[in-house]
């Protein structure tokens, strides 16, 4: 059963703690994103990664980073969370490799930064 | 810069009328475009896709009508049915980079 899985899936932060959001596939997927949801704005590209440790940045990478060390695993960190970081974050894998074929999406993690 | 944009950004039409979403880009190198819709509470999930060999694909009620001398494509919904309710979103990527770029989306309605 092919499955992105995100943790967690609701998080509350202050402005100024850091914040780790975790995904995993269980596809062997090379492809990996993040991705941010806000209402009106669609789904907005932070970074993608290639594979392992081959990661670049999306349309709005800044205050974000993120760590990819094994294939199936693909990790966003915010160091020093800001409000308006405030949205639903997005993790999702494609088999494509440099094609975006079907992108297999996780259930989100709603953050909020207070 | 917007790179695809979409509209309109709500739509509501009756059961069984052909719903129509629009989506136009500007890279002409953008050379895969997608749909994805996504129901209140879940994460998006393609529903249909085309590449410019072809101006027209089918799966079912859903069509896709590619347009590449005006950069524009649509997304025809035929016999809409009160479950075709979502959220849809248009998208484009270049076959080098794999980073595929969304439109904001059209929430449609179906009412029965």
């Known amino acids: 059963d092919m499955k992105v899985t995100q943790m967690p899936r609701y998080l509350i932060k202050r402005m100024g703690e850091n914040v780790l959001l975790e995904c995993g596939q269980d596809m062997s997927h090379e492809t990996m994103y993040w991705y941010r949801q806000d209402p009106g704005l669609g789904l907005q590209l932070i970074y993608i990664?290639?594979?392992?440790?081959?990661?670049s940045e999306g349309d709005i990478p800044k205050g974000y980073r993120v760590s990819r060390k094994k294939r199936e695993h693909f990790s966003l960190i915010l160091d020093s969370a800001k409000t308006n970081q405030t949205s639903v974050y997005f993790c999702?894998?494609?088999?494509?490799?440099?094609?975006?074929?079907?992108?297999?999406f996780g259930s989100g993690t709603r953050l909020t930064v207070l | 810069q917007q790179q695809v944009r979409q509209s309109p950004q709500s739509l509501t039409v009756w059961e069984g009328e052909t719903a129509i979403l629009n989506c136009s880009y500007e890279d002409s190198t953008f050379d895969y475009f997608p749909w994805y819709h996504q129901f209140p509470g879940e994460s998006p999930a393609l529903l249909i896709a085309?590449?410019?060999?072809?101006n027209k694909k089918e799966d079912g009620r859903f069509t896709i009508f590619f347009n590449k001398r005006e950069k524009k494509f649509s997304l025809h919904i035929a016999d809409s049915q009160p479950g075709d309710s979502a959220t849809y979103f248009c998208a484009a990527s270049r076959g080098s980079n794999a980073k595929l770029t969304f439109g904001k989306g059209t929430k449609l309605s179906v009412k029965s």
């Open positions: 990664s290639y594979d392992v440790d081959s990661n």
């Open positions: 999702a894998s494609s088999s494509g490799g440099l094609s975006a074929e079907t992108l297999y």
């Open positions: 085309i590449r410019p060999v072809s």
